[in-house]
């Protein structure tokens, strides 16, 4: 499985939240503590977004995150209020390269995918069948984390945010029991994030927010129950079951 992890609040480097913290991001592509989906490192390629004046910017390799010798530099000299960041673990059988890692962006989006969803791509089909020819076509890479992030999009037309990314997971659970979704969504503003059979923490100060599927060594993290819903911005946070959920 892959690490991720999303911040909002005030503007801070992101060295500060990627390489610096004990057993950060970084580490954790490497030496990650919760490999339950299968793997042992994330090296598999990584990803950065962060929003500049309401602006998005990425920048991804398709290499291993300690590889890239420009990242302390880079990482240390920008700064943002809102940030996503990933390490990956391919999942066998789905292509490598950059334009499969995450995070992933459409308009003003940034999303990732810790998980994997079984019976791929099978298990989906009815599900992408729903999506305009076009929103398939606009696939980054024919990866499970893209497609669900293209349903999410694909709802963002009529429900909320919080309701797009719920239903999604909903309706890939019931198509391929056992998916594994923690999925992070951002604007720059908000953060929904998801724990479905995979882990989420969550970490607050008065202005900020920081989610992660696994934490750094900081002791002020708090774990998100599982098959829960998190709704964020850098001063409000709400945690929900889904089970139930309309």
């Not at 003003?108 to 969803?117: A, D, E, I, T």
């Not at 989906?124 to 729903?130: D, F, M, R, V």
Request: glycine share 8%; net charge negative; hydrophobic share 45%.
């Amino acid at each position: 499985m892959c690490r991720h992890l999303a911040y909002l609040g005030p503007p801070v480097t992101l060295s500060s939240l990627l390489l610096e913290p004990e057993h950060s991001l970084y580490e954790q592509s490497w030496a990650p503590a919760d490999m339950r989906g299968g793997g042992s490192v994330n090296a598999d390629g990584f990803g950065l977004g962060w929003y500049v004046d309401g602006r998005l910017v990425r920048y991804r390799r398709n290499v291993p995150i300690w590889t890239d010798q420009n990242l302390p530099d880079l990482a240390g000299s920008i700064r943002s209020g809102a940030v996503l960041a990933a390490v990956r673990n391919g999942t066998v059988g789905m292509p490598y390269g950059e334009a499969a890692v995450a995070p992933f962006a459409r308009d003003n989006w940034l999303f990732s995918h810790n998980g994997r969803v079984p019976g791929w791509p099978d298990a989906t089909l009815k599900l992408a069948e729903q999506l305009p020819v076009a929103d398939l076509l606009r696939l980054e890479a024919p990866v499970d984390s893209a497609l669900l992030f293209a349903l999410i999009t694909d709802r963002l037309r009529a429900q909320s945010p919080a309701d797009a990314v719920a239903s999604v997971v909903r309706d890939v659970e019931a198509a391929a029991p056992g998916s594994r979704l923690n999925l992070l969504l951002t604007d720059g503003e908000q953060l929904i994030a998801t724990a479905w059979t995979h882990a989420l923490h969550v970490r607050r100060t008065e202005n900020s927010v920081t989610v992660a599927s696994e934490p750094s060594g900081a002791d002020d993290w708090t774990a998100v129950p599982d098959r829960s819903l998190l709704v964020a911005t850098a001063t409000t946070l709400q945690i929900a079951p889904m089970e139930g959920r309309d």
